[in-house]
């Protein structure tokens, strides 16, 4: 089994930063994807940004999220800059059943954390 614990989200102001990581244990997973996914209150889960052998995000984050995973701490990370209020969700990290394939549909992934609650204010 893997265990994934997200870790990090606060409420914070439009235009500010904050960074989320997400801690795995239990069985390896640093030969699969992984990625970040969010849902906000009433909608459904979307994906947000995911890295294997590239990296992948959402058009609503290009350009103001960043990706990165650090294979030595298990620790995959989340920085998100210029923050907004549509931001505000609850923030998922989750593992991929494949290598290379970064799927936006999170039905395609195999284990999630239980989630880490960004509040953006204006």
């Known amino acids: 089994q893997v265990q994934l614990v997200e870790f990090g989200g606060r409420l914070v102001q439009s235009g500010e930063s904050l960074k989320l990581s997400c801690v795995s244990s239990?069985?390896?997973?640093?030969?699969?994807?992984m990625a970040w996914f969010r849902q906000a209150s009433g909608k459904e889960r979307e994906f947000v940004a995911g890295f294997s052998w590239e990296t992948k995000y959402a058009e609503s984050v290009k350009g103001r999220f960043a990706i990165t995973r650090d294979y030595v701490k298990s620790t995959l990370y989340l920085q998100m800059d210029s923050l907004r209020p549509e931001d505000t969700a609850l923030y998922y990290c989750?593992?991929?059943?494949?290598?290379?394939?970064?799927?936006?549909?999170?039905?395609?992934?195999?284990?999630w954390g239980q989630g880490t609650q960004v509040t953006v204010s204006s």
């Open positions: 989750a593992v991929g059943r494949s290598a290379t394939d970064i799927p936006s549909d999170p039905a395609r992934y195999e284990y």
């Open positions: 239990g069985r390896p997973v640093n030969s699969r994807a």
